[in-house]
């Protein structure tokens, strides 16, 4: 710790470091906190402009890294203004300490939604000894719309057809599949086969234990519970401001890009750029990869195609070729759904329309889950 403290100090004394700004971010300054660095900034642009915040740092000249396991005024719907502050758990993301000569920190605004954002789109971290505090997950605005679900290839399977028309209410996806971190953390236990690799999606876990941690964390952030569980059963209460899994639908709609940008793997439908995208047996040794590493897609998810399959609240059943509104699935059934191929699979296995499906209760090294809430 003692180590760590003075490369940081050194760091920031100037030594052998240098930052970098977007056009929108002003006066940036680092302070060193034993193992935590607080970053202030000033952000400018209109004052009904909200921006997506994020830190990145750059050792030895190598690419830019984003940090993640950062608080305060980053993420997404920041407004503009002075004095803000965000801060960096360095050893959170280096366990070991920053073995470095030069390192280069980069405070990053990407303009978003011009409305002011509601409570739920900020998602800000509560201060010091609230109810929520802990690691924070970042969730991202997926904008309602319509799109075409289903899979439309000559020959696909019954199961992926008919292609029908749906429509979704907006939601908040988060960013990355959930690691085995946040898992420990919210349920005291890591499942996972992959071991040693916090960042890494949590795994083996069931359909059960996915919404069992949804109402966990719903608890922990102060939200109502959405599900209530009832031995290897459970019902949703939509209406609720907690985290759940993603229906379906939902899931797919993401995972292709929303209205405007669909395509065929979560970010691309070219094939010779899917291993830029999607985890998959072709460019891993069999075994799940740290989240966010590949490219995301147009609403900037992570790992949607790839990586771990991911349980969503529906039962598995066959698609109508009428259209619908927020679909949730069949009324019952004995397996749920599985979405977006996984480190195990074939690169087909990750494309948007793939449907897989397995019951509640079995686990499997190649199956993790994300979360959603409401908009």
Not at 28 to 55: C, N, T
Not at 68 to 90: N, Q, T
Not at 203 to 219: M, R
């Amino acid at each position: 710790m003692k180590q760590f403290r003075v490369l940081l100090a050194l760091l920031l004394l100037g030594l052998s470091f240098r930052a970098s700004q977007a056009q929108s971010v002003r006066n940036v300054s680092f302070e060193a906190r034993d193992a935590k660095v607080s970053v202030r900034y000033d952000l400018e642009g209109p004052a009904q402009e909200r921006f997506e915040v994020s830190l990145w740092l750059r050792q030895d000249g190598g690419d830019f890294v984003e940090l993640r396991s950062v608080r305060g005024d980053h993420g997404p719907g920041i407004a503009p203004g002075k004095g803000k502050e965000a801060l960096w758990d360095a050893l959170a993301d280096f366990p070991d300490g920053i073995q470095t000569q030069q390192a280069q920190f980069k405070v990053r605004a990407m303009p978003g939604s011009t409305e002011p954002p509601t409570a739920a789109t900020e998602e800000q971290v509560p201060a010091p000894g609230s109810p929520a505090q802990g690691t924070r997950l970042q969730m991202l605005p997926v904008t309602g719309g319509s799109f075409a679900m289903g899979n439309p290839e000559q020959g696909a399977p019954r199961t992926a057809t008919p292609v029908h028309n749906v429509t979704l209410s907006g939601f908040l996806m988060s960013k990355t599949e959930i690691t085995q971190a946040l898992f420990q953390e919210i349920m005291g236990k890591n499942p996972s086969g992959n071991t040693g690799c916090a960042e890494c999606p949590v795994e083996k876990v069931s359909w059960i234990d996915a919404v069992t941690f949804c109402n966990l964390l719903s608890e922990r952030d102060g939200l109502q519970k959405c599900y209530t569980i009832s031995g290897l059963n459970a019902t949703c209460n939509w209406s609720a401001n907690g985290y759940r899994l993603p229906t379906e639908a939902e899931w797919e709609y993401a995972a292709g890009g929303g209205a405007g940008n669909r395509t065929t793997w979560s970010g691309t439908s070219d094939a010779a750029q899917v291993n830029q995208y999607c985890w998959s047996r072709d460019n891993t040794s069999r075994k799940p990869k740290p989240v966010g590493t590949l490219k995301p897609n147009a609403l900037g998810l992570h790992d949607m195609s790839g990586n771990v399959e991911e349980w969503c609240w529906d039962v598995n059943g066959n698609y109508g070729s009428e259209s619908q509104t927020n679909p949730r699935g069949p009324a019952s059934g004995d397996r749920r759904v599985q979405r977006g191929g996984s480190f195990f699979h074939e690169p087909a296995g990750g494309k948007a329309y793939f449907r897989s499906a397995g019951i509640p209760t079995v686990v499997n090294s190649h199956i993790g889950f994300r979360v959603v809430r409401k908009m």
